[in-house]
């Protein structure tokens, strides 16, 4: 498949972007693909370094930047991890002096939603939660049919309602909203319409407990390779 001429870095061996040298050796670029986004897009790479000028986005970038930082530790065995996500988003909120948090959960997980929101709050937060039942929409008004319905014709069943769920947030000046378990296209409406910085704690899989990377590391294996299989013409 012809991949030089957009960019594909997933399919780079080189990383030219990130090289192992010294700080006074910078980066060679040279050795980069022809379909390095820095080969073919320099004018436009040039002007996302200059949004980094802007106040707010230079705090808030320099501050996730020193998160990032904060989550290894130098030992005598090597580099080592020692925070998890959930523990990032409460230490970079700090950081950021966030009071307010939102949180935009999948009913599905509600218990989770419920440890999630007494964790926030035991750290001093105020949290606004919103599950994706909110409004009680009945699915056939947003244009399914009976048979289309996870029960069956017969039953109620309320939509998820990420729109909701955004402009509740919105509405309620959260100063960052968490996303946990929301649908896979539930969770792109709720992205298109909430209006203050998200995060993402857990992104939905219904089979493998909300770890979607599972899928990915078994792509190899007889149990799901059907991954790899390639799409009928």
Not at 1 to 27: F, L, T
Not at 179 to 198: A, E, Q, S
Request: aromatic residues 6%; charged residues 25%.
């Amino acid at each position: 498949m012809e991949i030089k001429n957009r960019p594909s870095c997933a399919k780079c061996g080189v990383v030219a972007c990130n090289p192992d040298v010294d700080v006074n050796q910078g980066v060679n670029i040279n050795k980069a693909p022809e379909f390095c986004p820095m080969k073919l897009l320099p004018d436009l790479l040039k002007e996302a370094e200059n949004e980094y000028k802007n106040e707010d986005n230079r705090e808030f970038c320099r501050l996730a930047a020193v998160q990032e930082y904060l989550c290894y530790e130098h030992t005598s065995d090597g580099l080592r991890t020692k925070n998890t996500r959930v523990e990032e988003i409460i230490q970079l909120s700090t950081k950021c002096g966030f009071k307010k948090l939102g949180l935009a959960f999948c009913i599905g997980l509600k218990n989770e939603a419920r440890i999630l929101v007494n964790i926030l709050e035991n750290k001093g937060f105020a949290v606004v939660s919103v599950n994706c039942k909110v409004g009680a929409i009945e699915k056939e008004r947003i244009g399914l049919k009976p048979d289309e319905k996870i029960m069956g014709e017969g039953r109620w069943e309320s939509a998820c309602n990420p729109i909701g769920q955004a402009m509740i947030l919105n509405n309620e000046k959260v100063d960052l909203a968490i996303l946990l378990g929301l649908c896979v296209g539930h969770d792109t409406t709720f992205i298109k319409y909430c209006k203050v910085p998200i995060t993402v704690l857990a992104a939905k899989d219904r089979v493998t407990g909300h770890n979607p990377l599972a899928a990915l590391y078994l792509s190899a294996s007889p149990y799901y390779n059907r991954l790899l299989s390639k799409k009928d013409k």
